[in-house]
Structures are given as structure tokens and as C-alpha cells.
């Protein structure tokens, strides 16, 4: 089980899912299974709570992506959905991030899973040739 943090900096809804065995919480990350790369960054370019600029998430997907590149397919986690997304049509107040937006246009990975817009949960999406998916407040499950 992966998650992303979010922007709210609710300790609790993080603990919960600590009893699963293979929980892992991430901010700047990379972690790899063979084929597979997962490489993201927790928080948001807006809200008071784990504020981080566009500059810093962009810098965070470079890290992690470099990590990653070489293997077959790679998924980038981010809290922050893509500007000039879909997603970002579902809110009026909470803009996308041109960072995330960037590194998926950079890195191409993919798949991107994130969330931020609570409204849009559940939200599919292609830009190029990536899969966004929007999994909300509450997380799905995705078979890989």
C-alpha cells in the first residue's frame, strides 16, 4: 500500500493505514519492483499545510524520476493534480500544479495518480501518454 501526502497535515487518517504490513507514506520518493517504478511528491503548491513551491515539486519529480527512468514503466504519485487538466475544471479555488504538469510532459510516465480535488475523484484522464487518474480523498485500490 502506497500513500502520498496530503495538504491537510491530518496525522490520524495517515495512522490508520500504518497496520497494513506493506504501508509506506511517502514525501520524496522512489521505490522500484523489477519493472516497475513509483516516483512522486507529497503536499501541494497551495494551502497552509505542507505548502511546497512549484519549484521544489518539480525538483523532487527530477530526483525521484532519475532514480527510476531506466525500468519498463514508471507511475508518478503526486497530491497536486496537473494544470490545465480536467481535474482542475472540478474546482474553481484550488489550482493545478505547472509542476506536475511539466514533469508529465518531461518524464511521460505512464501513469499518475493523484488527487487534491476531492470533487474529481475518481476522474480518468490521458494527457499525451499518460493515465491520470484522480483517486481522491479516500483512495482506491489499482491493480498493477
Sequence with gaps: ??????NEGRKQRYQKY????RYQRYQK?????RVIGIFGCGGANTGPVNYLKESEILDLLGQG???????????????AHP?????EKFSNFIPGS????????????D??????????????????????INVGRQGTWIDI
Design 65 to 79: 524520476f532519475e532514480k527510476i527512468k531506466s525500468l519498463n514503466k514508471k507511475i508518478m504519485v503526486t497530491h
Design 111 to 132: 501513469l499518475l495518480l493523484c488527487g487534491h480535488v476531492h470533487e474529481a475523484a475518481g476522474l480518468e484522464e490521458k494527457i499525451g501518454k499518460t493515465r491520470v
Design 98 to 109: 505547472k509542476a506536475v504538469r511539466a514533469a508529465i510532459d518531461k518524464f511521460q510516465p
Design 1 to 6: 500500500m502506497l500513500q502520498c501526502l496530503g
Design 83 to 87: 494544470s490545465d487538466s480536467i481535474t
Design 29 to 33: 520518493y522512489q521505490r522500484y519492483q
Design 18 to 21: 500504518q497496520r497494513y504490513q
